[in-house]
């Protein structure tokens, strides 16, 4: 049976289920996805639609704000002690955009619900700066090892190991297009006044 909405658009009114549908989505579409996607989309499938009160709604039910709902509780859901992480909710919610996606390019919804949501943001690590104290004592201990002059470029220019590890030969030529913002060696000076005892 179709229906006219607001807009013009003629939409199907069946009332099946998304769970019902995503079922439907792997059957039909599922096996022109690789191998590897097409298992991770069950196992999401399965874990976080199948057993949610979302899966149980009927497709023509489902507004914006219950996936947001659905988003929300993600971002929070717990999984071996530990919430699940920013990307493993966006993974979630573009399976589930991609079951909503397929519903209205055959014609059963209007337009995708699980479109305009925010999506949780990754936090970027803090940054441990060592402190010029803390660098003594680890090229103190590392005084005479035969990579010192590596803890050596570490304390001082802020390079990162495979910057450090990207450096040739004895004399510890590098290419500064290859360093953490352009990092360069420092001067004696500068790594004398930065070690003083």
Same mark, same amino acid.
């Given at each position: 049976?179709?229906?006219?909405?607001?807009?013009?658009?003629?939409?199907?009114?069946?009332?099946?289920?998304?769970?019902?549908?995503?079922a439907?989505?792997?059957?039909?579409? @599922?096996?022109?996805?690789?191998? $590897?996607? &097409?298992? *991770?989309? %069950?196992? !999401?499938?399965?874990?976080?639609?199948? /057993?949610?009160?979302? @899966?149980g709604?009927?497709?023509? $039910?489902? &507004?914006? *704000?219950? %996936?947001? !709902?659905?988003?929300?509780?993600?971002? /929070?859901?717990?999984?071996?002690?530990?919430?699940?992480?920013?990307?493993?909710?966006?993974?979630?919610?573009?399976?589930?955009?991609?079951?909503?996606?397929?519903?209205?390019?055959?014609?059963?919804?209007?337009?995708?619900?699980?479109?305009?949501?925010?999506?949780?943001?990754?936090?970027?690590?803090?940054?441990?700066?060592?402190?010029?104290?803390?660098a003594?004592?680890?090229?103190?201990?590392?005084?005479?090892?035969?990579?010192?002059?590596a803890?050596?470029?570490a304390?001082?220019?802020?390079?990162?190991?495979?910057?450090?590890?990207?450096?040739?030969?004895?004399?510890?030529?590098?290419?500064?297009?290859?360093?953490?913002?352009?990092?360069?060696?420092?001067?004696?000076?500068?790594?004398?006044?930065?070690?003083?005892?």
């Open positions: 049976m179709l229906a006219t909405i607001p807009r013009g658009e003629v939409v199907a009114t069946t009332t099946i289920t998304l769970r019902a549908w995503a439907r989505c792997l059957e039909v579409f @599922g096996p022109s996805l690789q191998d $590897d996607t &097409r298992r *991770s989309y %069950v196992s !999401a499938i399965h874990h976080h639609i199948d /057993n949610d009160i979302l @899966g709604m009927a497709l023509r $039910d489902i &507004r914006p *704000s219950h %996936v947001q !709902a659905w988003v929300n509780n993600r971002t /929070n859901q717990r999984h071996k002690d530990a919430p699940l992480s920013p990307k493993t909710v966006k993974n979630l919610h573009g399976v589930l955009s991609w079951v909503l996606h397929l519903a209205v390019t055959e014609g059963m919804i209007a337009s995708n619900p699980a479109a305009n949501v925010k999506l949780p943001q990754a936090r970027k690590p803090q940054r441990k700066v060592m402190t010029p104290e803390r003594r004592q680890i090229l103190e201990l590392a005084e005479g090892s035969p990579d010192y002059a803890y050596v470029l304390a001082t220019t802020g390079m990162r190991r495979s910057e450090i590890l990207g450096c040739a030969g004895t004399a510890l030529i590098c290419n500064p297009a290859h360093t953490q913002s352009g990092a360069r060696l420092p001067s004696t000076r500068r790594a004398a006044s930065i070690f003083e005892r």
